[in-house]
């Protein structure tokens, strides 16, 4: 009988339907004849969800019976995007819940569009964290993701008045199928109280008390993360706040019930919203507090787990459990793993400090000043007053190292120090991290370049050895397999294959057809495909129609003043000028050449950050301007597509031809969505910053279009602009005088234009003009010749098995964690 009851659940087409027609009735408890696509998509998600649990379930027993050592990623932030399809795949079950579905009278693809995007994150950082967790699985690795359940995720854009407006984003508004709630799983978070020195009286010992202050309890709500093709299927753990319900008896008894229950309910905020700053810190307690009541559920969770096993000691606690930090966003772990040891294992400094450094590694996602986080030290006192007693011994410890290293050197050592002497005080979480951690590593080889050249440079001298560099990677079956199956299908036809799927290295071999005439009729016919699918999606969100057979020019990503959506703009204004002058001069011959071109821009920008709501102002101002300019029939076309989100972002990346990455350079640590355009057969127009650099290894140079100073070049003229004032390339100067004279309508943009002048352009707008727009006209030459074009965006497709999360994650594993995959088999 138990073993009747082991076997995983039947996978036929009919014992599908039977399930999810069940999940209608008895957990929807809805009646199964009414038909409503929402009820569908939930009873099949459960449906599926269900068949991931048993692989779930008996995937971490196999991990705790072979005590595997186990990573665990710790991230603010999760961009997960919709799961209905990835899960499926990664079941193949994929065909078989389509057809199933169909005799039910939906279409998987109408179903799949009910799924909410769960907006857990910012932007790239958030995202990363998703691929990582999807190739953990698929490749094997016993690996949690922890996180916190924002209940409002990253907020809703809509285009209001010509300007971006901010809503709510309630997702769990229809429930989420995917999570399992773990009331069992509720730890106590402490915040505030006091610090007390204690004596044992036995020892003579001094020992620290943490007392008083109050309590949150986190509880865990589960994610299963399914790898693909294999029964390994990890977890994603989010922790929620809620009111710890032990009641002060006191206040109780004194007729004030409700006084107490208001009192308890306050703790709920804690996890209501997720910061939408991106590359920019807050520094606000509320976000202080999210992170330690994140960070002290999840170890003392990870603890919890670890102990289970009765073999371990905590000192064996780093050959057993890999933690990593993403960003310093959790580096309050240090203290935190510290004072857990310390004061409630009872373990010594040494052996509580050689367990912290060993366990946990720190990735650094950016070098932009205004995002390392530091906090000011007497709001660290008031919310975590033992944690910074922790903090100021691994400082005097660490400061007295520095001492001995170099000597006579106090500089250095006020340079390296976690506290800065500023008024008030602050701390600074990126030295912590540093010191508390093994492995530090950047994520391309520029941006590591220069961690340990300019921002970390005194502790990359100190410990050369812990700076590493990952190149960061993309899942290519979310981003390939799963938002283009198109293209996934004329690769296979054309390989003979899917083994790509499972190694990217794979499609090395379409380079040997790049020019063969119907392999590229077949790819370009896909491309026309997604780009009229785009199209669609265009006139629905936009009301713009637009031509598919123009060039389909995508800027996508967080709008920013170093992401300089602001270039790209004044560059497409530009280029509407020129359209006009040519037609005023009746230049017919000239005309013929202008690439019929649409500009596709969308991404958020963060609520309080009014620069760059400005730039969505003009992009949207002078597209309309353009759009509605019938002089230039179809040449050029411009649409902002609200909401950028991992969805929006699965249709659009496609559709494109060309993708801009056109930060200045030093300044995008990496980019992914550079990745994933290339991916998806869309050369790049980039600058010489990031993992652009990266690819234009691996493609070549004929196939990507880079221009402009590179970050050698930018830290010369930084400093030194400030005695020469260059002249503004006079196109540049051409169309900021349109935009203030009005041309775009009645707003003349004089805070944007202004910070173009050589003083103020902190980002080289002026500086990299000229090269971006000679960059746009090498790319407008490419596209006129539709084999060569077609040919460069097979060969970069073709390239791209570096930049696969695979290889990014076997490299953390390797350099940092020392785990290896496990052979988990089905149970018989
Ligand atoms: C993010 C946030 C988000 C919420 C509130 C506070 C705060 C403070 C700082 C940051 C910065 C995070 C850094 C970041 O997002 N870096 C991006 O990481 C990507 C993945 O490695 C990389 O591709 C991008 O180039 C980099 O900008």
Known sequence: LWKLL?????????????????????????RRYKRDKCSFYQATAISVRDRLIERWTDTQQYLSSKDSKRVY?????????????????????????????????????????????????????????SCFLDSLATLNFGAWGYGLRYKFGLFEQRLISKAQAEFPDFWLKEGYPWEVERPDVQYLVRMYGEVEDRVDPETGEVKVAWKGGEDVLAEGFDIPVPGFHTLNTNNLRLWTSKASCEFDLGSFNDGQYYAAIEEKERSEPLTSVLYPCDNNAPGKELRLRQQYFFVSATLQDILRRYKKSPSHGLLDLPNKVAIQLNETHPAIAIPELMRLLLDDENLCWQDAWHIVHNTCAYTNHTVMPEALEIWPLPLVEQILPRHLRIIY?????????????????????????????????????????????????GVAQVHTGLLCKSLFRDFYEMWPEKFVNITNGVNHRRWMLQANPAMSAVISKWLGTHDWVHDLGRLERLKELSSNPEFQRDWQEMKRYNKRKLAEFIERTCDVDVDADAMFDVHVKRIHEYKRQFMNILGVAYRYLRILSLLAEEKFDELRQVVPKVVIFAGKAAPNYSVAKDVIKLIIAIADTINSDTRIGGLLKVVFIPNYNVSVAEVIIPGSDLSQHISTAGFEASGTSNMKF????????????????????????????????????????????QYRKPQLDGRLAHVTQEIRSGRFGPTSFDSLVDSLLPENDRYMVGHDFGSYLEALEVSDAAFRKPEEWTAKTIVSCASMSRFSSDRCIREYAEKIWNVEPHQFRPPN
């Open 6 to 30: 082991c076997t995983y659940l039947p996978c036929d087409v009919l014992s599908l339907q039977k399930s999810i027609v069940q999940h209608v009735e008895y957990t929807l408890a809805r």
């Open 73 to 129: 990623y710790l991230s603010l932030e999760y961009l997960l995007g919709r799961n209905l399809q990835n899960a499926m795949s990664c079941l193949a079950l994929r065909n078989r819940y389509a057809a199933a579905l169909e005799e039910l009278g939906y279409s998987l693809e109408e179903l799949t569009e009910e799924e909410r995007d769960p907006g857990l994150g910012s932007g790239g950082l958030g995202r990363l964290a």
């Open 393 to 441: 011994e691994i400082n005097h410890q660490f400061l007295s190292e520095v001492r001995r290293r170099w000597p006579g050197d106090p500089q250095r050592v006020a340079r390296m120090s976690i506290i800065e002497e500023s008024e008030p005080k602050m701390v600074k979480m990126a030295h912590l991290a540093i010191i508390g951690c093994h492995k530090v590593n």
């Open 678 to 721: 290339c991916m998806n057969g869309s050369l790049l127009l980039g600058s010489r910053d990031g993992a652009n650099l990266e690819i234009e290894q691996s493609v070549g140079r004929a196939n990507i279009f880079m221009f402009g100073a590179n970050t050698k070049e930018v830290r010369t003229l930084q400093t030194t602009m």
